[in-house]
């Protein structure tokens, strides 16, 4: 045995192999997979608050408002979702807020929680670290994800839960113990109390682990208890399907929304340069996809899994088209997308051929780029935002003094939302009011193909007229806010207006297509 020197200092060659010692492979994939974490935490929470609500998530904001009670009794009003996110919703804005960042700092943190779930699901079902990472660094930069995780609504849960259920299923079918049958009943039956379209995933999945394990009592049992937790959303689904909020879905065209999923699910709902992304986008993702082939047989199997799970889960969406029910949209098929990032990770990491490694490793970064790109893009240019609200609301001005009201007339939009989020006292007017001011709202849209995904092509563009034949009111004042147009009108002293006279006055619009909102 060699004794240290007497000074007790190590020798310094000692010294110097451990300080060139390289990390373990578990150290690395830490390494790897903290740094993409960080990277898409980064992503996520940039600018996070800047943005103004739009349309659907200003229901989130509204709900979230009120006691728990009065919040599960409006939700079958208001959504087409169950309970859990508001549930979350409700609790996290207590601790962080319910201004534009607490809202949406629930999914910005779920989508981060996605990245290390994707390494988890890919590894689990791949057997392969290195196909994990791949797949983490595709979550980190996914267009798609990125903007779900900076919505206050509950896609990006959604998808983590998804993910933890994928997780736990690849889990399940080599090691059925009844703690890990467990973990994937719970994680499934939380996201399909998240969202009905979870089953799009869940459903597959349960299928397959009873034909695998049907000898199991404990997989029936899993079975069993996430079969019982859906048929508990039952009432809550008939009652919110009587208000048709999702009708609008099926009043488009099937075939745009079909085109639209697999770009999307590359390169997110909008980005600049958006038919060069989907050109390289689509080159890199096929490139993986075909690598495939020429993966050794056990990682073909492996991939199989996510692949049949991503083709059942596409059968399961489609087969209520023969029962009239069209809810065929993109994010209703979030749930999807780490099935076929697994594949995509498979095909770009586990092939035998070095040349092929080296066109699987460009195929990887060049769709990690591309995201990049668009995120960039899109965090870059107001015109694929969501709609600043809070902006308009500043160039308004404060509220009226009492004794005079203001009427706002939002051209083309009947919604109160979302402004009645940022004016306090907003309501419907429904009958003669003595009003001192009146402001004429149009807006912008930028030009695009079914847009329902909450940026400015989301608004309903008109044109402003540039003067109003009402009594007592006369022009003020013309304004340009970010997507708005607004003329102000005001009377000397508060008028007395009525709906026909409002009626006469518009020629740019028809008085049943718009929003006349009162506040005061």
Request: with cysteine; glycine share 8%; proline share 6%.
């Amino acid at each position: 045995m060699t004794s240290l020197p007497a000074s007790g200092r190590q020798p310094r060659n000692l010294l110097t192999a451990r300080a060139h010692r390289p990390l373990s492979v578990r150290g690395q994939t830490v390494l790897w997979v903290g740094g993409l974490t960080l990277a898409g935490a980064v992503l996520r929470f940039l600018r996070l608050g800047d943005q103004g609500l739009w349309y659907d998530e200003s229901f989130t904001a509204m709900l979230v408002l009120h006691s728990p009670r009065v919040m599960l009794a409006l939700i079958p009003h208001t959504e087409a979702t169950p309970p859990l996110y508001y549930c979350l919703a409700w609790a996290w804005t207590r601790a962080f807020g319910r201004g534009a960042f607490g809202l949406r700092s629930l999914s910005a943190c779920a989508g981060t929680a996605l990245i290390p779930i994707g390494f988890g699901a890919s590894s689990e079902i791949l057997r392969s670290r290195r196909a994990g990472i791949v797949c983490a660094a595709l979550v980190a930069f996914d267009p798609l994800l990125w903007w779900y995780s900076q919505e206050a609504r509950a896609y990006e849960l959604l998808a983590a839960l998804c993910g933890l259920s994928l997780w736990a299923f690849a889990r399940a079918l080599r090691d059925p113990r009844r703690r890990t049958l467990g973990l994937w009943a719970l994680a499934s039956a939380l996201a399909l109390w998240t969202h009905y379209f979870a089953a799009v995933l869940v459903l597959p999945e349960a299928v397959w682990l009873v034909l695998v394990h049907h000898r199991r009592r404990g997989a029936w049992i899993a079975v069993a208890l996430l079969g019982a937790c859906g048929l508990a959303l039952v009432p809550l689904a008939v009652a919110q399907a009587a208000h048709n909020h999702d009708a609008w879905i099926a009043r488009s065209s099937l075939s745009l929304r079909a085109a639209q999923i697999i770009p999307q699910l590359l390169i997110g709902t909008g980005a600049p340069e958006r038919a060069l992304l989907k050109l390289v986008a689509f080159v890199c993702a096929g490139s993986a996809l075909a690598l495939l082939a020429f993966a050794p047989p056990p990682v073909r199997r492996e991939a199989r899994i996510a692949g049949g799970l991503a083709l059942a889960g596409a059968a399961v969406t489609v087969a209520p088209l023969a029962f009239g029910i069209d809810e065929v949209l993109t994010r209703n098929l979030i749930e999807l997308w780490l099935p076929l990032a697994v594949c995509a990770a498979a095909g770009v990491t586990l092939t035998r051929h070095r040349p092929l490694r080296a066109l699987g490793a460009a195929a990887a970064v060049g769709l990690c780029a591309v995201g990049l790109a668009a995120i960039l893009g899109v965090l870059g240019d107001p015109r694929l935002q969501r709609p600043d609200w809070p902006a308009l609301v500043r160039a308004l001005g404060d509220r009226p003094p009492a004794g005079e009201g203001r009427l706002i007339v939002v051209q083309r939009e009947r919604g109160l939302m979302p402004l009645q989020i940022y004016l306090p006292g907003l309501h419907w007017l429904n009958r003669p009011a003595r009003l001192s001011q009146v402001d004429v709202l149009a807006m912008r849209s930028v030009p695009g193909k079914l847009c329902w995904w909450g940026a400015e092509c989301n608004l309903v563009a008109s044109r402003l007229q540039t003067r109003y034949r009402l009594r007592g009111f006369a022009p003020v004042g013309h304004l340009r806010v970010a997507q708005f147009r607004v003329l102000e009108l005001r009377a000397r002293r508060p008028t007395l207006l009525t709906r026909p006279e409002l009626a006469h006055a518009l020629t740019a619009t028809e008085l049943p297509h718009d929003g006349l909102l009162v506040q005061g």
